[in-house]
């Protein structure tokens, strides 16, 4: 018997707002999303407008994950883009608290 869908953990995905590039991440924010991470950090960019980053609904961030995060902001503001975080949980509060990456935040 084989299955005709995969069950994911989490993901990244860039959803292109009129005034802004939002990046929504929700449950576990790990290495096995590279590649979505990829895609939307381009994404993002490509854009030129402030980036918005939904991390309302993430559970778990590691080390590939805060890195994600950190690229953002860092390319961010190397494009003097402005990168906000929307609603951010706790276990990604503390992430970035523990770098002293400050990121503004919304909601």
């Known amino acids: ?25 929700w449950g576990e924010i790990d290495i096995a999303l590279r590649d979505e991470a990829s895609a939307a ?34 390319i961010g503001q190397d494009e003097g883009l402005s990168v906000t975080l929307h609603d951010p949980p706790s276990v990604v509060s503390r992430a970035l608290g523990t770098l002293h990456l400050h990121v503004p935040v919304a909601g």
């Open 1 to 25: 018997m084989t299955l005709t869908h995969e069950v994911r953990a989490g993901g990244i995905v860039l959803n292109e707002a009129p005034e802004a590039s939002v990046v929504t991440l």
């Open 41 to 74: 950090l381009a994404g993002a960019f490509q854009r030129d407008l402030p980036v918005v980053v939904d991390a309302s609904e993430v559970t778990f961030l590691d080390s590939a994950g805060i890195a994600f995060l950190v690229q953002l902001c860092r």
